[in-house]
């Protein structure tokens, strides 16, 4: 049941990949998608990730890369109606819980919750744990109640398969690299007279204001976005939510 490495590779040069943080999926990517707000990249597919299997799950991906983990928006499927109670079955097995719901926190607040999930083989109470893991995210968000707005209408969902059993601290889900592919990139090579003297920087340099703003312009620009959560963004909201 493992991810079948000859899936679509990324066009994107080595090293670069989809991998928010919690607090990016929680309260950019949920956050909009709960407020019915666009995204600047569309990365993420809406499926009931609970009605399938989980090694199906990677060609379910928007993405089409070979990164070993995949992003989905979901709904919960309540096993009784208005219960708390989640149905997290497939037709192979089922997704149980682990350990304990651990808070995702945007400027010392908590802005969403985090749930470890294993899925297991066969049927609940005698299933076999296997190496596919989730992480299922949801908003947590004072303003949208207060504006009557759903929070739990979508759960924002990271699946990955670990290499073995046992915890993996520091295990990396990159796609991994492939040489071979890159052999017959046509770079334009710079003549050795050509190129750019190689400067030497002083242990006390420093970068000047217009040399800071000209890298961190984008990084702030991304960061405000991040951090809109104002008044306006809720009634806002909540007039798309009655549309």
């Known amino acids: 049941m493992s991810v079948d490495s000859a899936s679509s590779s990324t066009s994107l040069a080595p090293g670069f990949r989809f991998h928010p943080t919690d607090e990016e999926l929680v309260r950019y990517y949920l956050w909009r998608k709960i407020c019915r707000k666009p995204f600047r990249v569309d990365a993420i597919s809406e499926i009931d990730i609970y009605k399938a299997e989980p090694w199906d799950l990677p060609g379910k991906s928007r993405l089409k890369t070979r990164d070993l983990e995949w992003y ?22 089922y997704w149980k819980t682990t350990g304990k719901d651990r808070a995702v926190y945007h400027r010392s607040k908590t802005v969403g919750m985090k749930k470890t999930l294993v899925f297991h083989s066969g049927r609940a109470p005698r ?3 296997t190496n ?25 969902c990271r699946v990955f398969q670990k290499s073995g059993s046992g915890p993996k601290n520091g295990e990396r889900y990159g796609a991994p690299f492939i040489e ?26 420093y970068l000047g ?15 405000k976005e991040l951090c809109e959560n ?4 809720v009634k806002e909201c909540k007039g798309g939510e009655a549309g």
């Open 72 to 93: 989905f928006f979901s709904v919960l499927d309540k096993k009784y109606g208005n219960g708390s109670r989640t149905n997290r079955a497939t037709e192979r097995g």
């Open 127 to 129: 299933g076999e744990r």
């Open 132 to 156: 596919w893991v989730m992480h299922e995210y949801r908003l947590i968000d004072e303003e949208l109640e207060k504006a009557g707005i759903l929070q739990d209408a979508f759960v924002l």
């Open 180 to 205: 071979e592919e890159w052999e017959e990139d046509e770079l334009d090579v710079i003549p050795k007279e050509e190129a750019a003297e190689e400067v030497v920087v002083a242990d006390d340099a």
């Open 209 to 223: 204001g217009n040399d800071l703003e000209q890298v961190c312009a984008p990084y702030v620009c991304i960061y």
């Open 230 to 233: 104002n008044l306006d963004s």
